[in-house]
Antibody
Framework: DVQLQESGPGLVKPSQSLSLTCTVTGYSITSDYAWNWIRQFPGNKLEWMGYISYSGSTSYNPSLKSRISITRDTSKNQFFLQLNSVTTEDTATYYC?????????WGQGTLVTVSA | DIQMTQSPASLSVSVGETVTITCRASENIYSNLAWYQQKQGKSPQLLVYAATNLADGVPSRFSGSGSGTQYSLKINSLQSEDFGSYYCQHFWGTWTFGGGTKLEIK
């Protein structure tokens, strides 16, 4: 069965970069689908952040385009999120998810707090 | 960008009742809509895709309907495990979620 697991620091200082890893088991990220990052803010609003496709192409939410980068390591079946110049407004639970048109598989999520 | 307006924001209901949650898109999304259930402290789980299709393992008391800009999720005979939050999400050009509906026990 497909499983996704987020990992990374739970606390990031303002102006620094947020870096998270999504480790996928049970399916190769180079076989098919788009591999996404989604975040959920306090108050529960969900925001799609971007994806890297099975072929390596990327697409980002325009609201984040200048600060976000999604990359991958196919040898480890992992993909990564980097969000630069974070502020307290980037405090959220970050999820990785596999998508066809809908998000059928999600990681458990990791809370990232931006605070000095 | 397409906006998704979900209503109601919260709902207090009893076990056994039937509820309907609606989602309105700012333009036609051609049934490219999914519904998710989220329990406290857990990740969202897919319930319905392409507006009307139940995801694997989803009980038949759940049903999705709609077209164009108006969509609904109906839950017949609510069970205790159905309480939580529900989100619609469109996939037409980009991926946007509705604001959510919190379903609470009366």
């Amino acid at each position: 069965d497909v499983q996704l697991q987020e990992s990374g620091p739970g606390l990031v200082k303002p102006s620094q970069s947020l870096s998270l890893t999504c480790t996928v088991t049970g399916y190769s990220i180079t076989s098919d689908y788009a591999w996404n990052w989604i975040r959920q803010f306090p108050g529960n609003k969900l925001e799609w952040m971007g994806y890297i496709s099975y072929s390596g192409s990327t697409s980002y939410n325009p609201s984040l385009k200048s600060r976000i980068s999604i990359t991958r390591d196919t040898s480890k079946n992992q993909f990564f999120l980097q969000l630069n110049s974070v502020t307290t407004e980037d405090t959220a639970t970050y999820y990785c998810a596999r998508r066809d048109r809908e998000f059928a598989y999600w990681g458990q999520g990791t809370l990232v707090t931006v605070s000095a | 960008d397409i906006q998704m307006t979900q209503s109601p924001a919260s709902l207090s209901v009893s076990v056994g009742e039937t509820v309907t949650i609606t989602c309105r898109a700012s333009e036609n999304i051609y049934s490219n809509l999914a519904w998710y259930q989220q329990k406290q402290g857990k990740s969202p789980q897919l319930l319905v895709y392409a507006a009307t299709n139940l995801a694997d393992g989803v009980p038949s008391r759940f049903s999705g309907s709609g077209s164009g800009t108006q969509y609904s999720l109906k839950i017949n005979s609510l069970q205790s495990e159905d309480f939580g939050s529900y989100y619609c999400q469109h996939f037409w050009g980009t991926w946007t979620f509705g604001g959510g509906t919190k379903l609470e026990i009366k």
